[in-house]
């Protein structure tokens, strides 16, 4: 038997498009002998529709794209993914293709609702197992979530499964491959039967799928390895249910994920929804120096353009370091002074001049930028791409309508210290940022020798204090008792809070942790509740 993995990137809502993709992936599947066809869970509509499933008008387009490419189906099962709708009920499915229709549907049984995911919003569950026969060997169905429990793969094998296949839409965060494969691995010990593994990748708003679909044999190791960042169509070989080994293994170091990661989240926001390109704010410091590299890397250089905006605050190396960085990279770059704009506006505000400079005049000069970027996009139709890490949006600090402004937020989720990690990791593989950038003290330059550690903790406790509170769970008193600094502590977790009103009304960035902010971090703006104390 030999079954092949689509492991395709659909656009959510294109049905079309995606039926095409799933037709072209059948018509090479075929060509290459395959008796099974897998693609990915909601394959058809893309994933996750999200409140697009609460709408008939959808959910019956879907069914009747289906049924089209059901009536095309040959002698090879083709699995496809699709929300079913039966009465008032929605189903998560999966659809078993073959002979020119609909042979048989599986309904999810597991619907995660946790961090990023909402299915039980959406979707009633199934309760029954789903068993097909390819060349005399019974293939069991499962979904996705359904291996994160040992009942529907049990319930499959008790119903005469000899090995399973579980089509999935599993996004991508930094621990997430060992996750997957213990989980399959105590499914397939447990049944004493192999799992063959298909994950969709591509880039979904805030979500990344990886692909890195894989193959275990029934004690539960991985046999079979596919790339992960990478659309393409694999194939699996089997000895009666036995899967054959082939070699491949997925990369272990982090910060080549990562970057992919960020890759994949920028070249999908830009192309999926329609942009030319990409714009953004270059200041000569780290994190616009990497979403610049990350930009250019995931559009082209033709697709980027870079604007540096000195304020009479801003320092010669900046210009300097930001020059050399466009220059290296080839982007159209432009230099716009905002000293001018700086001065009518402070000259218009009434009593700007009567108190020292302060937080008022720092915020006037972020919003110019805000502005200027925002004018450019309008002109020529680019998305312009924020570039604050997770470290500065955790506590607030960001100017709302300044450099907050923009469509997308390369650097949401990564931490100031994995920027650094990943700009030498990018330098590694050819020089793009200068080392400058890498040395000096980070700082916003919005006053004369200003740096961000003075009213910032050291980026190393600051991170920490952030992974244990957002990324762990961990109350305050135990994130002091594991040694961080108590003062730090009680004093990041109400910037945390304080900060809550501007996250949400900050651009949407790429999910690489366990727990971002975003669709997984729902606190309330305005509470009493004082998490420093507890």
């Known amino acids: 038997m030999r ?49 697009l499933l609460l709408r008939d008008d959808f959910v019956d387009a879907c069914a009747a794209e289906l049924r089209a490419l059901a009536a095309t189906a040959g002698d090879a099962a083709v699995l496809v993914g699709f929300p079913e709708r039966s009465g008032v009920r929605r189903h998560n499915a999966v659809a078993v293709l073959r002979g020119g229709r609909i042979e048989q549907v599986y309904r999810k049984h597991c619907l995660p609702n946790y961090t990023v995911f909402d299915e039980a919003r959406y979707f009633t569950p199934g309760d029954a197992p789903c068993v097909i026969d390819v060349r005399g060997i019974r293939c069991g169905l499962i979904l996705c979530e359904d291996v994160w429990f040992p009942g529907p793969a049990a319930q499959s094998r008790a119903a005469g499964a000899e090995l399973l296949l579980i089509p999935n839409a599993s996004p991508w965060h930094t621990s997430q491959h060992a996750l997957r494969r213990e989980q399959v691995a105590a499914r397939a010990a447990e049944c004493s039967i192999p799992i063959v593994y298909l994950n969709r990748m591509g880039g979904q708003d805030e979500l990344v799928f990886d692909g890195a679909s894989f193959v275990a044999d029934r004690a539960g190791a991985v046999v079979q390895q596919f790339p992960a960042w990478r659309e393409m169509l694999g194939v699996v070989d089997f000895a009666a249910t036995a899967p054959r080994p082939v070699r491949g293994e997925l990369e272990t170091a982090l910060e080549p994920h990562v970057y992919d990661a960020l890759l994949l989240g920028v070249r999908d926001y830009v192309d999926k929804n329609g942009f030319p390109g990409a714009l953004l704010g270059l200041s000569g410091g780290v994190d616009s120096a990497l979403t610049l590299a990350i930009a250019v890397d995931a559009l082209g250089r033709e697709r980027v353009r870079a604007v540096m905006m000195p304020s009479p605050y801003t320092s010669s190396i900046s210009v300097e370091d930001a020059r050399t960085m466009a220059g290296t990279l080839g982007v159209h770059y432009d230099e716009l002074p905002i000293g ?195």
Not at 8 to 32: E, H
Not at 34 to 46: F, I, M, N, Q, Y
Not at 508 to 527: C, L, N
């Open 3 to 51: 079954i092949a993995m689509a492991q395709l990137n659909q656009r959510v809502g294109d049905l079309q498009a995606n039926v095409a993709a799933i037709r072209a992936a059948v018509g090479d599947a075929v060509r290459a002998g395959a008796d099974v066809v897998l693609t990915p869970e909601l394959s058809l509509c893309g994933y996750p529709p999200e409140d």
């Open 340 to 534: 001018g704009a700086f001065d009518a506006l402070l000259a218009t505000l009434p009593a700007a001049g009567e108190a020292a400079p302060g937080v008022m005049e720092e915020n006037v000069q972020a919003r110019i930028r805000g502005l200027l970027l925002m004018a450019l996009s309008n002109r020529h139709g680019l998305l312009v791409l924020t570039t604050g890490n997770k470290s500065e949006t955790a506590v607030g600090y960001a100017t709302l309508y300044g450099d907050m402004a923009g469509g997308f937020a390369v650097l949401k989720d990564v931490s100031k210290t994995l920027v650094y990690r990943l700009a030498r990791w990018r330098n590694a593989l050819g020089r793009v940022i200068p080392e400058r950038v890498l040395t000096r003290a980070p700082t916003a330059e919005l006053r004369h020798d200003q740096t961000d550690q003075e009213t910032l903790p050291p980026y190393d406790v600051l991170d920490a204090i952030l992974e244990a509170y957002v990324e762990q769970g961990r109350s305050a008193a135990e994130i002091i008792a594991a040694g961080l600094p108590a003062e730090h502590v009680r004093a990041v977790i109400r910037r945390i809070h304080a900060s809550e009103h501007k996250r949400r009304q900050g651009a949407v960035g790429v999910r690489i942790t366990p727990r971002a902010f975003g669709k997984d971090w729902r606190y309330p703006i305005t509470s009493a509740w004082d998490a420093a104390s507890a």
